[in-house]
């Protein structure tokens, strides 16, 4: 016997779920790049950084290989992507460096886990794991992780159209520089929130062993977990094909659908690998520049024998993608709808990637300055 009142209730409760659906928390193994096959499903740029206007040539698969930027450790298993730092480079030539596009994209309902032992870092280097759809900035861009310099800790954003904005962020970062999400305003900063952890970039992320970064794209929000890698959550180091991340506590960064639409704002992702040096007023810009280097970008750091670059790479131990239990997020070329021809599915999936930029460059430091701004004063208040 069903009672009146609890029909109504369950009437009540599907409307409720269908109106605003209740934030998926568990997702089962749907994609791994690991291992001696980590590489065979990205296409690489071949091309000179003609999208943020580094000093660098983003090498062919082919070169990659037979130049050592990008391979597999047989020792560990773990994934090395680089800069060239065996070269001799001389004036006007640029330096190789790496740039790779997961020719799968991943669409809302998707979370993707990178666990990694190294980042790049070092004057002149500005790396990111980021992902964005192939119509930019409609399908929307995530920035994960992203550095530059010698600084300490990681900078996370979005990169949206007009319309999608940051507001009540159920995080624990508390260093949140912007949050207008949109590509117009503030010159493309995007809505950014720092990681207050010095152990999320840089010299402090590779000497506590690295850790995982965990990017949840569910239409109920956007949220970024750090977890260094003595605090990586059992159903993540347990290597299981579930996971649920309400057992993650309180994301790093969120950006709940309160104020942006996920499914209006973000389309299937494509997952982006790159390390670039100097390029976009970043560190050419004097106070991106000068907050931790010296000299000028190009001439004293990109020219020269490349020893400068020893740090300057990543050492992904996987990279795995999930989707929302029950469902399959995947979007692949070859089984895309499209109708057009889906043979060529890596070079559009490059052609395409290459339409977005990855952004804040300069806010990046204006917001790294403000924040020590503001330590100083709250440890001078404290003194
Ligand atoms: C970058 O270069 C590639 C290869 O020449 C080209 O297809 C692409 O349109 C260029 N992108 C930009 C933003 O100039
Ligand atoms: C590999 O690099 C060499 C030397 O820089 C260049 O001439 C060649 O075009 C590259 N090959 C491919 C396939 O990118
Ligand atoms: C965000 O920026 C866009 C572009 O400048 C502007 O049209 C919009 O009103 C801004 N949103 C908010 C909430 O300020
Ligand atoms: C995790 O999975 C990989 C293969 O995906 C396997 O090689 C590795 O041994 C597993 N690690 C653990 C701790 O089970
Ligand atoms: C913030 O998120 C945590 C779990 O991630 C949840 O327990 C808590 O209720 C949330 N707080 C608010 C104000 O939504
Ligand atoms: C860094 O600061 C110095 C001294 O203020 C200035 O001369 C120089 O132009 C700045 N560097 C850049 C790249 O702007
Ligand atoms: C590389 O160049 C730097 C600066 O010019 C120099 O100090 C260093 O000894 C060189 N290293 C090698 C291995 O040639
Ligand atoms: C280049 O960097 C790697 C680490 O990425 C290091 O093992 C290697 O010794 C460096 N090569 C030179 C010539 O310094």
Known sequence: MVSAQSMMATALACLAFSVAPVAATTYSMVKEYYGSSFFNEWTFYNN????????????SAQNATAYQLAYVDTATNHAIIKVDNTSTVVYDNKRNSV??????SFGVGSLWVADMYHVPYGCSVWPAWWSQAP?????????????????????MSLHTETGCTAVS?????TLVASTNCSY???????CIVTDPSTASYGAGFASSGGGAFVTEMASTGISIWFFQR??????????????????FGVPVANWPSTGCNIAQFFQPQNLIFDITLCGDSFTADGATWNSTCSGICYNNW????????????????????FSTEGTNTVVSPTTSASGSSSTTSGSSTSSSSSVGLIH???????????LVGLFSSALFTLA
């Open 169 to 173: 962020q159920n995080q624990t970062s």
């Open 135 to 155: 119509l930019w900035p409609q399908g929307g861009e995530i920035d994960t992780f992203e550095g530059i310099n010698t600084n300490t800790q990681n900078q």
């Open 99 to 104: 740039r790779i596009t997961s020719v799968d």
């Open 184 to 190: 117009a305003a503030n010159s493309d900063q995007g």
């Open 230 to 247: 003595s605090q990586i959550p059992s159903s993540l180091s347990g290597n299981g094909s579930i996971i649920d991340t309400s057992t």
């Open 302 to 321: 990109v020219m020269g024998n490349g020893t400068d670059y020893n740090n300057a790479y990543f050492e992904v131990g996987y990279v795995r993608v």
């Open 48 to 59: 000179y950084d003609n999208l943020t206007n580094g000093d660098v040539t983003y090498v």
């Open 360 to 370: 804040g460059g300069f806010w990046m430091t204006a917001t790294v300055l403000v």
